[in-house]
């Protein structure tokens, strides 16, 4: 396959497990992200692809050649991979062209650099230094580095993060297009599930070193393997009930699907905000508004239902703001609710 594999990669810090027995693929001209919470182990995984981590069992391939594996592993600068860290790691001392040629390595010429900085829309820069420029200049200086040498596999880790946020949406757009036009097997770590399912076409959702769902980014929005997973991408009013008799499950908030579980099992019901809308009188569920905020594309409006117990999240499109105190009827969308075996880890 032509691209980025890892096979049965595991990796060790001393005794904790930073990435445990990973298998992934990273085809050329796809983008994977890898996404995760905090130290589950996704820069690990990036340099080890890279080589700035010895590989202590399984193998790393580009383009079907092994690159490490129990034998050893090739260097860094001859695995014609691309690198792109959250701080840009310019040269402060370079001027922008030197820093774009320092990519290239000995024996290329200076119009290479130039024809890299072009790509990026700041060939007219190349005599300016790393501060002159903008954060996001800079992020666009990084990513032509990266790409002069041609890399077949491209490695990113938080590279818009350090950006405020109506540039990020901006250079997160030009850096796939560029991205996309070069063929290279792209590798993107991030924590931000908007931005992986922004940027991915497929997102590896890790935990504690494993990857616990591969997918589209619809796919694990829609289908999420499990509650983790659902709250990893938007935040769910947590319910715990019982399958009954007929497969299905009674909430305070409406009837659901068992999800196949046998009658009795103990099952945590997410009903995200979006799930709860406002209905006419005497349909749904009677609600009362506890408290409402506007926070701009929708309203934050949280109901006290009976039975419930805690108080009830929905995200409802403005203008409806209601008053505190006021009744309204609410129905659940169950394409965003979701029943999963309560294993007893979830948020109590
Ligand atoms: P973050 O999003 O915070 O960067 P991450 O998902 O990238 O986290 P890693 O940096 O890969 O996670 O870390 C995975 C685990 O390995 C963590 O428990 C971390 O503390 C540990 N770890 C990472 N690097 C080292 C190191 N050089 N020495 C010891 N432990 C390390």
Not at 66 to 82: F, H, M, S, T
Not at 239 to 244: N, Y
């Amino acid at each position: 396959m032509s691209g980025l594999a890892f096979r049965a990669v595991t990796h060790h810090f001393g005794r904790r497990i930073a990435v445990d027995t990973l298998d992934l693929e990273v085809a050329a001209g796809e983008v994977v992200c890898l996404l995760g919470p905090s130290g589950c182990g996704k820069t690990t995984t990036l340099r080890l692809a890279a080589g700035l981590e010895t590989l202590q069992s399984g193998a790393i391939l580009i383009d079907d050649a092994v690159v490490a594996d129990a034998g050893g592993a090739l260097p860094p600068e001859k695995r014609q991979i691309g690198l792109i860290f959250q701080d840009y790691a310019l040269f402060p001392h370079l001027s922008v062209l030197d820093n774009v040629a320092f990519g290239l390595g000995r024996g290329h010429s200076v119009a290479e650099a130039q024809t890299a900085l072009d790509k990026v829309g700041l060939g007219d820069r190349g005599r300016s230094f790393p501060h002159m420029l903008s954060g996001g200049e800079q992020q666009r200086v990084a990513l032509a580095r990266a790409l002069a040498p041609r890399p077949r596999v491209m490695l990113m880790d938080e590279p818009f993060s350090g950006l405020d946020v109506r540039l990020r949406d901006k250079v997160r757009d030009e850096t796939l297009a560029l991205l996309a036009s070069t063929g290279a097997a792209v590798l993107l770590v991030t924590h931000d599930p908007e931005e992986a399912m922004r940027m991915a076409d497929r997102i590896a959702l890790m935990r504690a070193g494993r990857v616990v769902q591969l997918g589209t980014p619809e796919s694990l929005y829609n289908r999420p393997a499990d509650a983790g997973a659902a709250r990893f991408f938007a935040e769910a009013n947590t319910i715990r009930a019982r399958v009954g008799a007929d497969g299905r499950v009674e909430t305070p908030l409406g009837v659901l699907s068992g999800a196949g579980l046998a009658a009795g099992t103990a099952v945590e019901v997410l009903i995200r905000p979006h799930a709860l809308r406002p209905v006419a009188a005497g349909e749904g569920v009677a609600a009362r508004v506890a408290r409402s905020r506007l926070l701009g594309a929708d309203s934050l409006v949280e109901f006290h239902v009976d039975g419930a117990g805690a108080v009830v999240s929905a995200r409802i499109a403005p203008p409806v703001l209601p008053a505190p105190g006021a009744e309204m009827c609410l129905s659940l969308d169950l394409g965003q609710c979701f029943v999963f075996e309560d294993r007893g880890d979830g948020p109590k």
